[in-house]
């Protein structure tokens, strides 16, 4: 498993390339050759940028589901809706496709943000937003995730 770390900015071009920090590249290395999975995030409107490797281990989880049960099915559908590969070129660029731009409001400036093993990719403004909204709420938010931890159950 993956453990990434840090937000970059980057723009995107014309086409929809955005270079990939070389702190990500440097983390990424041992999985570069496997390629990634670009899909929209199921909470918010970014998109959600999985190494191959980690691709793989979500999918042992979501095979599984019973497809026989008709929640699960509509949960793996929609889970996997606009799911792409991608890969990441010579120059460090990695192309994401026009509809999931579209999704996630994607035009210039770009945030790359680190989400233990997923990099979460982001319009710059919307990132800001959510940020800034969450951050009121987020010592409540903390100790109601992590507050029923014992400090020795979490190392």
């Known amino acids: 498993m ?33 390629g990634f999975v670009v899909k929209r995030s199921v909470f918010q409107s970014c998109l959600e ?16 589901l019973n497809r026989f049960v008709k929640k699960n099915n509509d949960f793996i559908r929609r889970f996997t809706a606009g799911v792409k590969m991608v ?33 979460e990719i982001w319009d710059k403004n919307k990132y800001e937003e959510v940020i800034e909204d969450t951050t009121s709420d987020f010592a409540e938010l903390a100790e109601e995730v992590m507050g029923n931890f014992d400090v020795d159950e979490l190392s």
């Not at 940028?49 to 599984?64: S, V």
């Not at 579209?102 to 990099?119: P, R």
């Open 2 to 34: 993956i453990n990434l770390i840090g937000t970059y900015e980057c723009k995107a071009d014309a086409k929809g390339r955005l270079m990939v920090s070389s702190a990500f590249k440097k983390q990424l290395a041992p999985v570069l050759q496997d």
């Open 49 to 64: 940028l999985y190494p191959m490797q980690e691709w793989n281990l979500m999918m042992a989880k979501i095979n599984k």
């Open 87 to 119: 890969e990441m070129d010579a120059s460090g660029r990695i192309l994401i496709p026009k509809d999931l731009c579209v999704f996630a409001g994607i035009e210039k400036e770009i945030v790359l943000s680190s989400a233990v093993n997923i990099i």
